[in-house]
């Protein structure tokens, strides 16, 4: 389960026990990425960098 703020986001059930139908038994690593720029939102405002992320906590949860 992902959740956000203790929101539940998304639930991936284990239907399939393959390693290619079900990745999730081998080690997970989380990236955590500030990304400026891009298309969508337009141009960087330069006036803005250099910027900050700050990051309080991340929970990661494992079902025994």
């Not at 989380?30 to 006036?47: N, R, T």
Request: proline residues 6%; aromatic residues 14%.
């Amino acid at each position: 389960m992902f959740a956000v703020d203790g929101t539940p986001i998304h639930t991936y059930r284990k239907v399939d026990a393959s390693a290619a139908g079900w990745p999730f038994d081998k080690p997970q690593y989380l990236l955590l990425d500030l990304a400026i720029g891009g298309d969508m939102a337009g141009a960087v405002d330069e006036s803005s960098l250099p910027a900050a992320f700050f990051i309080d906590y991340v929970r990661v949860y494992q079902r025994r």
